[in-house]
T-cell receptor, first 116, second 113 residues
């Protein structure tokens, strides 16, 4: 199915463990993003990517690592999970279309991560 | 990206128009106004965007003032399913922004029967 999918939808992990959240989009969009949303707050940008092998830090990157070896995938890894990383994580993608000055971003359904 | 200011919450009766304001007084010439909404912890959903002209699509209308310092999102006939957090975002077309969207706190719109 076309779209953007995140996996897993729910994850419980222990403090200190490494965990990877997956994001896959089928449109070959250039831009991809990871956001976190804490209870009662707006979304904060963790990392973003302009293309395969091009990534950069967002507002709250500490404790996270990303990679983008293929255009369609943008995994987010928590190297050593902490309780403060308990959150809902959203992945998004957006095309960079020279024919359209602006494009809409498409968001996944989110991964609810609990670190105990 | 320019900062936006939105009311924390608003109420609307079902069937009536919902008018959600947004101030973006520091918007620059190449920045667009985007509106997204988030229904009950789902991923945000794109609604509409504009540069300086008013825009309308099947979901909503966007009215941007002539000086571009504020805008209003209009849901013409609000339904209970429009209850959501609405985010007004100002962002440029790409380039050094890499398409990033910066979310504020948004407006919680509650549609009442």
């Amino acid at each position: 199915d076309a779209g953007i999918t995140q996996s897993p939808r729910y994850k419980i992990t222990e403090t200190g463990r490494q965990v990877t959240l997956m994001c896959h989009q089928t449109w070959s969009h250039s831009y991809m993003f990871w956001y976190r949303q804490d209870l009662g707050h707006g979304l904060r940008l963790i990392y973003y990517s302009a293309a395969a092998d091009i990534t950069d830090k967002g507002e709250v990157p500490d404790g996270y690592v990303v990679s983008r070896s293929k255009t369609e995938n943008f995994p987010l890894t928590l190297e050593s999970a902490t309780r403060s990383q308990t959150s809902v994580y959203f992945c998004a993608s957006r095309s960079r279309d020279r024919g359209r000055v602006n494009t809409e971003a498409f968001f996944g359904q989110g991964t609810r991560l609990t670190v105990v | 990206d320019a900062k936006t200011t939105q009311p924390t919450s608003m109420d609307c009766a079902e069937g009536r128009a919902a008018n959600l304001p947004c101030n973006h007084s520091t918007i620059s010439g190449n920045e667009y106004v985007y509106w997204y909404r988030q229904i009950h912890s789902q991923g945000p959903q794109y609604i509409i965007h504009g540069l300086k002209n008013n825009e309308t699509n099947e979901m909503a209308s966007l009215i941007i003032t002539e000086d571009r310092k504020s805008s209003t999102l209009i849901l013409p006939h609000a339904t209970l399913r429009d209850t959501a957090v609405y985010y007004c975002i100002v962002s440029n077309a790409g380039g050094t922004s890499y398409g990033k969207l910066t979310f504020g706190q948004g407006t919680i719109l509650t549609v009442h029967p």
